[in-house]
């Protein structure tokens, strides 16, 4: 489990690189167009992975942010800010499943909630939230659909064959496949 959540952790980082990196090339006015889904635009349902990513990956940490998350919905108005606070959450994530054991994944993470404190175990939230994140990132792609900017592919992350296609985004993030797949599996 713990190779898994790593790589779902990379695989978050990359899509949410590629996928913002093609919203940034929206108009103000497409970016916060009304459209069919959870959330009413692109912005809000950015905004949205974002405030959900740090309240889960808070809660991971042992932190205390709590439902402090939620005080501001739409905490970025532009791309240019978002996209650099969702790097830094995702490479939280990654650092966290990088030291991952199995004691800290059977451990109980605390979710602060309005009326109780909600105790799960540790793999069960990170399930959750790679979930959450697929589970949005693919309304975007879908609202992306509407608009002039083309939906980048989002599922050419696991397969080794499918390596080129994930190679700019790679160096542009800083990491490459040894260091994702510790070229254990680099074999064909």
Not at 73 to 81: F, M, Q, R, S, Y
Request: net charge negative; hydrophobic share 40%; proline share 5%.
């Amino acid at each position: 489990m713990i190779e898994h959540f790593r790589h779902q952790a990379y695989c978050s980082l990359w899509s949410n690189h590629r996928l913002l990196t093609a919203c940034a090339g929206l108009s103000q006015e497409a970016l916060y167009a009304e459209r069919s889904g959870f959330f009413p635009s692109i912005h809000a349902t950015l905004n949205h992975i974002l405030i959900v990513d740090a309240y889960y990956i808070d809660a991971l940490e042992g932190g205390t942010l709590g439902l402090g998350a939620f005080d501001d919905e739409l905490p970025h108005t532009a791309i240019d800010t978002l996209q650099p606070a969702q790097e830094r959450l995702d490479r939280r994530l990654v650092a966290l499943c990088e030291s991952a054991t199995p004691a800290w994944l059977t451990r109980e993470t605390v979710l602060p909630r309005g009326t109780h404190q909600q105790h799960e175990p540790t793999h069960r939230v990170l399930a959750h939230l790679f979930v959450h994140q697929t589970h949005h990132r693919g309304q975007v792609h879908a609202m992306l659909s509407s608009t002039e900017v083309a939906p980048p592919q989002l599922d050419e992350f696991f397969l080794r064959d499918e390596a080129p296609l994930r190679q700019a985004e790679f160096s542009d993030l800083g990491i490459d496949e040894d260091q994702v797949w510790r070229s254990n599996d680099s074999a064909h």
